[in-house]
């Protein structure tokens, strides 16, 4: 979807009880995307993992695509029961 700016936004879930490392899924941008809520985050009382491994919090696109789109975003990890948010720069 896109956001009132135009800027295109992204939210993943995970309702599984398993984390999941290098998660991709194709994007129709090649801008970068900032993470803006993981509700992971040590403030939430959450492992704070994805913040470890991507302390910038910030995700470039991929050249290569995925699920039929030219671009793909690669979240290092992805904890269990956990949902964040994304949106483009």
Do not use: C
Not at 70 to 79: G, K, R, S, V
């Amino acid at each position: 979807q896109n956001y009132r700016d135009g800027k295109k936004t992204y939210a993943l879930f995970n309702f599984g009880h398993n984390g999941i490392d290098n998660y991709s899924f194709g994007v129709d941008s090649t801008k970068n995307f900032a993470i803006i809520v993981d509700s992971d985050r040590g403030e939430f009382n959450g492992s704070n993992e994805l913040a470890k491994r991507l302390p910038q919090g910030v995700l470039p696109t991929q050249r290569w695509g995925t699920h039929g789109k030219q671009q793909t975003l690669q979240i290092p990890y992805l904890a269990p029961m956990s949902t964040i948010w994304l949106i483009e720069q």
